[in-house]
Each structure stands twice: as structure tokens, then as C-alpha cells.
């Protein structure tokens, strides 16, 4: 016999479902409303604090201010408290130049502090320049007439001798041998070797990875096919002084020269990994990796990568530490947050490098503090973690036995 339910029932089982979704829907909007009113006195009592502040700097403060500048301060002072040296705020101005960063142009020179003003440590071809006749060594100690002891800071001082295309400059320079001599140059896009290859000792192929932006695989992948070609047995890769890049590009680079595994782990504020990938193919040499404490970033996950799967032995000192990824948020008033998002962990270890923990070197070794920001004029023999990169190298190379004489 079949139940039936009659109209009554039914309504009645109608009515007490819409009543239970009601009561849920009921509860869940005034729990949101009540969490948004929290959040909003929140948010008013932040800004009550504010505007205290501001009304009494108003009725009080005996100088000069800006309502801008007060909002851009208070700003940069929230993203200051974080403690985070990789995020901060850029005004709208200095967004501008940040984001027009790759129009800024110069005249070809790499320069370091000097008593006496900016010593010129690297001149890159087909530069203004070098045109010029700038050579290592020289001593700029004025730009555009004014003297380098009245500017406030070297970075100061290197802003002024950038600037914008088909701009001129003048700077005063000094040399050994010559005295002083003015050079006037126009400013224009000079293009920086990502890389640099040669041969050592015979048989080691010596790269120098500048850093790791866009175009640096191409000259990577030709730097290494080029080395094999000439049938190097070892691999010196050197990251000194290397500020990283960007991650695809660091990824594309470590490809070639690792197995099939985990190459770097992003890891996002949710806590969830995005893991970067590496095939089974990769040039199997001898690898050495020269790091220093100004190696950060994609340069010492890179010596970090090689160093975990065995690849690599590393040599030099401690790097840098910097785990974190940024991203940039343009705000209302054009003004910019660049904000640290997700943070990296080493492929193997799950290391994540601080600024009290970089990567450790296999084996320390010290350089002579005034070579450091002179790597590209040092000879090969004042270079101790050279050196040492090439002694191991030799040490980790297979070594062909000889064949034995022939009797007469």
C-alpha cells in the first residue's frame, strides 16, 4: 500500500524548510554585519588616532607642511612597520620612474664609492663612454660642473650622470698619469651583457651571470653551447655582486643544468607551494659556484639549487638572504605599494634563506675587501675565491690517464 502525504503535510513540510533556510540566512547576514561593524570601529578608531594627530600638528605646528606629504608619510610608515627591508612605499613620482626604470638612460659605466668621488670600475662596450675614452680606473670627481664633495651621497651622484636619452652630460675625471680632463657625452640606451664567458686554465669554461633579467637565458643558453663546443671539462659559474632577476628566467637558467625535479618552491601567503620544474635532460659537468654577500635573490637560490641536488660545489661567503617575492599594487592617488606576497623555499632542504641565513658556501673563502666591487678589473690571480673555485674544479674533474711511452 503506498503512503500518501496529504496537502496539509505538505505545506506544513514546506513552511519548515523555508523557516530553517531563513534562520540560517538570518544568522549568517547578521554575523557578517556584526563582524563588518567591528571591522568598521576598527577602522574608525585607526583614523581617529590619525586625525588626532593631524588636528593638533594643524593648530600647533610652528612650520611649514603638506597635505600630501603627510598622507605619503603616513603611508610609507605603515609599510615601514612591517620590518619587511623588501617592501615600501613609492609616491606617485617615484612610481613613474620606477615604472619608466628601463628608458632610463646613461652612458655605459659601472661605478663604487671613492675618497675622492666615483671610481669607474667597468665600461661597457659600445658606450658613450667608451667613446669618449673612459677607461677602469678613472676617478669622476665633478658632473656637469659641480664637485662630487658638494653632492649628498654616491647615489646622488650616480642619478645625476643617468637621465634621459639624447640629454647630455659633462664630467670632470681624474687618472693616473693624466690629471684632470672633461668628457661630454649624450646619454642613450646602452645594451649590459647579461653574461660573460671565457676559458680558464685550458679547459674550465668561467661564466659571470650580471643577473638574471629578461634575455639573460638566450645568452646563458649560448654562453654554455658555446663552452661545450670548444670541449671545456668544468663549469666556474660566478653570481658575485648578482642583485637576481626574475624567477622564470632563473628556472629556464638552472634547467639546463639540473636533473628532473623541484627547482624552487613559491609558497603563498595561504601557505600553498607552487613548485617550478626542471626535465630530466641537463649538461652534466663539474660545476663550481662562486657567491658572495651581495649574491641575493634568484642569484643565491640558484647556488642554492645546484648546491642541494649535488651539483655544484660553493664556494665564497655567505649570501645576502632574501625568501621573499614582491608585487607591486598601484593605489588611487597613483602612488605604489611594492609588497613582499609569497616567500621561497630552497628544492630539496625546504630552506627558506634569511637575512641572518643566507646560503652558506661549501667552503669560505675571504676577499680582499677592495676587490669586492672590482671583481671585473681584478687579474685572475688576486681573486682567491677564483682560486679556490678553480682548485676544487680541477679536483672534481675526471682525469684521463696517460698513455703509456712507447720504447725505442
Not at 224 to 244: F, K, S, Y
Request: glycine share 6%; charged share 25%.
Amino acid at each position: 500500500m503506498k503512503k500518501r502525504f496529504d496537502i496539509a503535510t505538505v505545506f506544513a513540510l514546506m513552511l519548515l524548510v523555508g523557516i530553517t533556510t531563513w534562520l540560517f540566512t538570518f544568522m549568517a547576514a547578521k554575523n557578517q554585519f556584526e563582524s563588518q561593524l567591528s571591522t568598521d570601529s576598527q577602522i574608525r578608531n585607526e583614523l581617529n588616532i590619525f586625525l588626532q594627530a593631524k588636528k593638533i600638528i594643524e593648530d600647533y605646528y610652528v612650520g611649514d607642511w603638506s597635505e600630501r606629504h603627510m598622507q605619503e608619510g603616513a603611508v610609507a610608515g605603515m609599510v615601514y612597520s612591517l620590518g619587511d627591508r623588501w617592501s615600501h612605499y613609492l609616491t606617485e613620482e617615484e612610481y613613474n620612474i620606477y615604472m619608466n626604470r628601463d628608458q632610463i638612460t646613461g652612458i655605459g659605466i659601472s661605478v663604487v664609492p671613492h675618497d675622492d668621488g666615483l671610481l669607474v670600475n667597468e665600461v661597457y662596450q659600445d658606450s658613450p663612454a667608451a667613446e669618449c675614452g673612459i677607461e677602469p680606473f678613472d676617478i669622476i670627481t665633478a658632473i656637469d660642473g659641480r664637485a662630487y664633495a658638494d653632492i649628498e651621497s654616491f647615489h646622488a651622484a650616480a642619478d645625476l650622470i643617468r637621465g634621459q636619452s639624447g640629454e647630455s652630460v659633462t664630467l670632470t675625471l681624474h687618472r693616473d698619469g693624466r690629471g684632470a680632463f672633461t668628457a661630454t657625452m649624450m646619454r642613450r640606451v646602452v645594451p649590459i651583457d647579461n653574461i660573460r664567458a671565457s676559458v680558464l686554465d685550458g679547459n674550465i669554461g668561467s661564466v659571470r651571470i650580471r643577473n638574471f633579467n629578461k634575455g639573460a637565458f638566450a645568452d646563458f643558453n649560448e654562453a654554455l653551447n658555446n663552452l661545450i663546443e670548444v670541449g671545456v671539462a668544468g663549469l666556474i659559474i660566478d653570481v658575485r655582486n648578482n642583485p637576481g632577476g626574475e624567477l622564470d628566467t632563473m628556472c629556464d637558467m638552472l634547467d639546463l643544468l639540473l636533473p628532473e625535479g623541484e627547482i624552487i618552491i613559491v609558497r603563498d601567503k595561504a601557505g600553498i607551494e607552487h613548485p617550478y620544474m626542471s626535465d630530466a635532460q641537463y649538461i652534466d659537468l663539474p660545476i663550481v659556484v662562486l657567491c658572495n654577500e651581495n649574491s641575493f635573490s634568484a642569484a643565491e637560490f640558484f647556488a642554492a639549487a645546484l648546491q642541494e641536488y649535488g651539483r655544484a660545489f660553493v664556494v665564497g661567503e655567505q649570501t645576502l638572504g632574501k625568501s621573499y617575492a614582491q608585487h607591486t599594487y598601484l593605489l588611487d592617488d597613483n602612488s605604489a605599494l611594492i609588497l613582499s606576497i609569497d616567500e621561497y623555499l630552497t628544492p630539496i632542504k625546504k630552506l627558506k634563506l634569511s637575512d641572518t641565513n643566507g646560503l652558506a658556501p661549501d667552503r669560505t673563502v675571504a676577499l680582499d675587501p677592495s676587490l669586492t666591487y672590482m671583481l671585473p678589473l681584478a687579474d685572475d690571480e688576486q681573486d682567491t675565491q677564483l682560486q679556490a673555485g678553480l682548485a676544487e674544479l680541477h679536483r672534481r674533474i675526471p682525469q684521463t690517464p696517460s698513455e703509456p711511452e712507447e720504447e725505442d
